[in-house]
């Protein structure tokens, strides 16, 4: 209703506007005026968080141009020499490319999909929980894990796997697992799921709380036990945010988190663990190579923005799922 | 659960949060549903509760343990006999820790560094969350994508570092509050909060009563928010507690390193003994005695959230679920 009466008002403010445009400067002038003049104060509240996007989003992306440059000390952020796909070609040859590649895409591919799964099963478990009490206990206990820094939890997995003494380590024998290559992978994405699946799982409770209890009932009348009412009332009700969810992961496929990884690394597990973000690091801010750093930084983004138009796309056409 | 994962992406698409808030509903339906249950739902609910027993003791065994094991012998740990209770309790481990000036230099930073930059986070996200709600504010469509975008496209860690330098932000506590001042993630909930649970009358009757959009904010807006106020308070600042990346990137100075960054000298690269007063001990000994301070250190480190967290624990849920309506 409001709606339309501001709409009416608009309209007639419209023709006033063109009735005198003539008289007074031009049309859009005026529009920009009427329109500052009532919107100023929301302008004053998203001003700042506006400023500092483009400061620090905006132009860091405009400083990608480095990535086609020779780096100049003395001219900055976009100097330097214009060398096209020099580095590009120089990360394709890189020895470490295949390597760093599917250590990259090993590590986030488990990472995503049991990451993925572990929520959703422990969402319809807690779902299923009749007492309010002992959900809300639960729901308590496996959130907890995630709100512990990467720090603490890789020293507490470093402490637990210790050879000999270690809560987990006395039972895997007298060197350490930590240094073996085979087992970073699996540490990686086993301390993730414990750590956040809990967390994770909050989204899939907030679409499961909003199923209609009738429909329980119904299903029920006809006859539905309880894993059918989990197979044809709670999943397709998760549907939808499983779907979102999904294209929002995928567009992470080579984006494992810089931070736990590179605390995970030491010199028995480099060649399992060196991934992108660790390398750019390696090489850009150890090494001072900045334009060659630069340019893998950009080869990761743009593969990850490719999964994610390539999920979008695919959840939109099977699904009428999509994030834009 | 990569690190996007972990930041709990909004949801664009609706997921409606009917809250069946009826307890009086629920509860019937409850009684209900045990009412008639078959042998198969008999089995179906065992096994169910069996399964959550198993991760309920897998999240809190290793807590617990980490508990136990700071104020037990170490040499009882180390072989295995501290198991569910602590064995021949000893607080040596939290002396050498409280005598170790490099934790609470860090603990001091990290509690500067936290608080001005949730101040600032807040001060910058919540307005603009505000203005962003406003549906006549046509202008919002634009910057909302200007913002969106980022979430999914940066220019990656050289430029950042080299416009950082650039702002003379490298080894400055600046670092640690600027760059992040606006997070558009959390933006986006506030923003739904705004847009769901202020009524849309409240504005139209104080519109007629000539209150400004100012005046409105601060006076009406506020003092209604107070949950998601400290939901994305709490967000903001277990993100700051918890950063090591900006100090690893840009602080040279050990004198202001945050506190995980003391955490991750101390704890993963073994420089536990300050002033190594470890005379007339055996190797062994000496890094049994390591692995209690650590096990001290993760507890004193996590003490602030740990002591947050049953307070602010009831918000998690509508926090979360205001994100997951539609951004």
Request: glycine letters at 6%; proline letters at 4%; a positive charge.
């Amino acid at each position: 209703m409001d709606a339309n009466v501001s709409n009416i008002q608009h309209v007639a403010k419209k023709k006033t506007q063109a009735k005198t445009s003539a008289r007074h400067g031009t049309l859009l002038y005026r529009k920009v005026v009427e329109h500052l003049h009532q919107y100023w104060q929301l302008w004053a509240f998203t001003l700042p968080s506006i400023a500092f996007v483009v400061l620090f989003a905006y132009v860091p992306m405009y400083g990608v141009q480095l990535a086609f440059r020779q780096f100049d000390f003395t001219k900055g952020l976009t100097g330097g020499t214009w060398v096209g796909w020099q580095y590009f070609e120089q990360f394709f040859r890189d020895p470490m490319f295949v390597e760093i590649l599917s250590n990259t895409f090993r590590i986030s591919m488990w990472t995503l999909v049991m990451g993925f799964i572990a929520p959703i099963v422990l969402a319809l478990l807690i779902n299923q929980i009749g007492s309010p009490k002992v959900k809300s206990f639960v729901q308590t206990i496996t959130y907890m894990p995630h709100f512990i820094s990467t720090v603490v939890m890789v020293s507490i997995i470093q402490i637990f796997l210790a050879p000999s003494t270690g809560l987990l380590g006395r039972f895997l024998g007298r060197t350490s697992i930590m240094g073996d290559p085979n087992a970073f992978a699996p540490i990686y994405w086993i301390s993730e799921v414990w750590q956040h699946a809990g967390w994770n799982c909050i989204i899939y409770l907030a679409a499961l709380s909003s199923v209609d209890l009738a429909l329980y009932e119904a299903a029920r009348i006809d006859g539905a036990g309880r894993l059918q009412l989990i197979r044809y009332v709670d999943i397709p009700t998760i549907m939808p945010t499983v779907g979102v969810l999904l294209i929002l992961n995928m567009g992470s496929v080579l984006g494992v988190g810089f931070e736990k990884v590179w605390l995970m690394q030491n010199t028995l597990n480099i060649n399992a663990s060196e991934v992108i973000s660790t390398y750019t690091y390696r090489i850009g801010l150890l090494n001072n190579q900045f334009s060659y750093s630069t340019a893998i930084g950009l080869f990761n983004s743009l593969v990850n923005f490719l999964f994610l138009i390539m999920a979008n796309f695919i959840a939109k056409r099977t699904s009428d799922t999509s994030i834009f | 659960m990569t690190s996007s994962m972990q930041n709990n992406e909004p949801i664009t698409q609706a997921t409606t949060v009917a809250n069946p808030s009826n307890k009086k509903e629920i509860i019937a339906w409850n009684r209900h549903r045990h009412q008639d249950k078959t042998a198969s739902d008999w089995v179906v609910d065992a096994i169910i509760a069996l399964v959550v027993v198993v991760v309920l003791v897998a999240i809190i065994y290793p807590l617990w343990f980490i508990i136990i094991a700071s104020f037990s012998s170490p040499t009882a740990v180390s072989i295995g006999e501290v198991n569910f209770w602590p064995k021949d309790v000893s607080f040596t481990g939290y002396a050498k820790i409280l005598a170790d000036t490099r934790i609470w230099v860090g603990y001091r930073n990290t509690l500067i560094y936290s608080i001005i930059g949730t101040a600032v986070n807040l001060l910058v996200t919540i307005p603009s969350a505000y203005a962003l709600s406003r549906r006549e504010f046509k202008p919002r469509r634009i910057i909302m994508f200007l913002f969106t975008f980022t979430m999914f496209f940066s220019g990656g860690l050289i430029p950042s570092y080299l416009l950082m330098k650039q702002l003379g932000l490298i080894n400055s506590m600046w670092v640690f509050v600027l760059p992040g001042a606006f997070s558009v993630y959390n933006m986006i909930i506030a923003r739904s909060f705004f847009e769901t649970s202020i009524p849309e009358e409240l504005r139209d009757s104080a519109r007629v009563d000539g209150v400004s959009y100012f005046g409105f904010f601060f006076k009406i807006v506020l003092p209604l928010s107070g949950a998601i106020l400290a939901v994305i308070g709490l967000y903001f600042f277990v993100g700051h507690w918890n950063d090591y990346f900006t100090g690893l990137i840009y602080i040279r100075d050990e004198g202001k390193y945050p506190l995980q960054n003391v955490l991750q000298m101390i704890l993963l690269t073994n420089q536990t003994t300050q002033g190594s007063g470890n005379v007339g001990m055996s190797a062994t000994q000496a890094q049994n005695f390591a692995d209690q301070i650590k096990f001290g250190i993760i507890i004193v480190s996590s003490l602030p959230l740990l002591v947050l967290y049953p307070f602010l624990q009831k918000y998690f849920n509508k926090g979360v679920m205001i994100g997951a309506v539609k951004g």
